[in-house]
T-cell receptor, first 110, second 115 residues
Framework: KNEVEQSPQNLTAQEGEFITINCSYSVGISALHWLQQHPGGGIVSLFMLSSGKKKHGRLIATINIQEKHSSLHITASHPRDSAVYICAVVTGGSQGNLIFGKGTKLSVKP | EPEVTQTPSHQVTQMGQEVILRCVPISNHLYFYWYRQILGQKVEFLVSFYNNEISEKSEIFDDQFSVERPDGSNFTLKIRSTKLEDSAMYFC?????????????FGNGTRLTVT
């Protein structure tokens, strides 16, 4: 059983569309990270959150700890947003470790 | 903006050989990590390092793996006797205040191919 589930696995959108990527997890967590993996493989941190909502430019991340669910929203999507978006939860240990979801592959068409 | 650098970008080695993957974390960061991603699969945690010692490690990180911070700037991952299944992208990452309190900064990865 996967401890971190993302949906959808693949998403194709038209430029300008509002996009939502969901992440559900089954373990107790202290924090959650949203990451972006570029087609070339590099990984960039988008958000780290433990409660509520964060916004950065066109990106918004929310988390509901009680419901074990987080969402990543992209407003006014653009082809350059095409990437794999990964949800990773922080669990266990004094320093914690990350459990990663399989990622959501987003393709934004012009 | 400071960044995490990894070398080499691509390493090809024969089964049974030792490899050392190198990373230079961001200079004022205190927490260091290695992750791997087998082609087509999700990213997996290997090990975390803080205060000059391993703080967490996964089941993957068995006796053939070791990490070292030899000189206060480099952070290395050694695989003693590589196996075919070690072929993967290996990512180094660092953070200032740990996973609970600060974002992760990733290097661009080293693609390891074991033949």
């Amino acid at each position: 059983k996967n401890e971190v589930e993302q949906s959808p696995q693949n998403l194709t959108a038209q430029e300008g569309e509002f996009i939502t990527i969901n992440c559900s997890y089954s373990v107790g967590i202290s924090a959650l990270h949203w990451l972006q993996q570029h087609p070339g493989g590099g990984i960039v941190s988008l958000f780290m959150l433990s409660s509520g909502k964060k916004k950065h430019g066109r990106l918004i991340a929310t988390i509901n700890i009680q419901e074990k669910h987080s969402s990543l929203h992209i407003t006014a999507s653009h082809p350059r947003d095409s990437a794999v978006y990964i949800c990773a939860v922080v669990t266990g240990g004094s320093q914690g470790n990350l459990i990663f979801g399989k990622g959501t592959k987003l393709s934004v068409k012009p | 903006e400071p960044e995490v650098t990894q070398t080499p970008s691509h390493q090809v080695t024969q089964m049974g050989q030792e490899v050392i993957l190198r990373c230079v974390p961001i200079s004022n960061h205190l927490y260091f990590y290695w992750y791997r991603q087998i082609l087509g699969q999700k990213v997996e945690f290997l090990v975390s390092f803080y205060n000059n010692e391993i703080s967490e490690k996964s089941e993957i990180f068995d006796d053939q793996f070791s990490v070292e911070r030899p000189d206060g700037s480099n952070f290395t991952l050694k695989i003693r006797s590589t196996k075919l299944e070690d072929s993967a992208m290996y990512f180094c990452a660092s953070s200032m205040r740990g996973l609970y309190n600060s974002p992760l900064h990733f290097g661009n990865g080293t693609r390891l191919t074991v033949t």
